[in-house]
């Protein structure tokens, strides 16, 4: 069985802060509180520069946005006075990102842009051609996967959060998806482009993408069993967060008109 992260964690004030074009909170409050060591406040302060009367957006994870206005502003510290909109639609595609582990600062990337493009969940699996010490790394022994997927998130101005989990092989991974099959990117074997996929709005899609050393023999065995389509994404071999992103676009932008 695959290992479900949680996906409720305490909301961290070590939130590294790289763009912040909302406030994503873990819980609808009225007033909110960042304490001057906050690198929230810090971002505040030194990029956006609020003052008292300033407006912020925010929003609730898997839950509704608002405005916060700034009451207060001394030191360094914010106080804030919020105002929730009504409840919306989920605001992440249905889209599930099947991923080989790859090494931990190629998966941060992913989780960061993966979830700014807006998948509903993530699968990682040890692959067979992977590294069996990439799921001890301290991205997914700690909370910093969450915090890379809310920052994707809070960079798309949006708030649902993709769930993710940990599988040991692929073989996991694929029975926790629907049946059906899905589509996979292979350098080797596929014979179509991404491209000539008939994107469909409201459809399901299943991504399986492999580790930096592609799909072993047994992998693609697997692949075709449980019904994926191998296609690619041109003569050039990408990195597999750039591979991630050129084909999320793809298969995203049914969602774009």
């Not at 099947?98 to 931990?104: D, E, M, S």
Request: aromatic fraction near 8%; proline fraction near 5%; hydrophobic fraction near 35%.
């Amino acid at each position: 069985m695959g290992r479900r992260l949680p996906v409720i964690a305490p909301f961290s004030s070590s939130l590294v802060v790289e763009q912040l074009n909302l406030l994503l909170l873990d819980q609808q409050v009225s007033r909110l509180h960042l304490d001057k060591k906050d690198p929230r406040s810090r971002h505040l302060e030194d990029v956006l520069k609020v003052k008292p009367g300033d407006c912020i957006d925010l929003a609730v994870q898997d839950g509704p946005k608002g405005k916060g206005r700034v009451s207060d502003a001394k030191d360094g510290s914010f106080t804030l006075e919020i105002e929730w909109l009504p409840l919306h639609e989920p605001d992440c595609y249905p889209i599930s990102l099947v991923l080989g582990l790859a090494r931990p600062q190629t998966c941060r990337k992913v989780l960061d842009q993966a979830a700014s493009l807006g998948v509903r969940s993530f699968s990682f699996f040890g692959a067979d051609k992977g590294e069996a010490s990439y799921g001890q790394s301290t991205l997914w022994t700690s909370d910093e996967w969450k915090k890379k997927i809310e920052g994707g998130v809070a960079q798309a101005f949006a708030s649902s959060i993709p769930t993710c989990s940990l599988f040991t092989n692929l073989d996991e991974a694929l029975e926790q998806e629907k049946p059906g099959g899905g589509i996979a990117l292979d350098n080797y074997e596929a014979s179509q482009p991404l491209s000539v996929v008939k994107r469909v709005k409201g459809k399901e899609y299943v991504l399986c993408i492999g580790p930096e050393r592609g799909w072993s023999d047994r992998e693609r065995k697997l692949l075709r069993r449980y019904h994926y389509e191998l296609f690619h994404l041109g003569p050039r071999v990408l990195r597999v967060e750039t591979a991630v992103v050129a084909a999320l676009g793809l298969i995203a932008g049914a969602y774009w008109s």
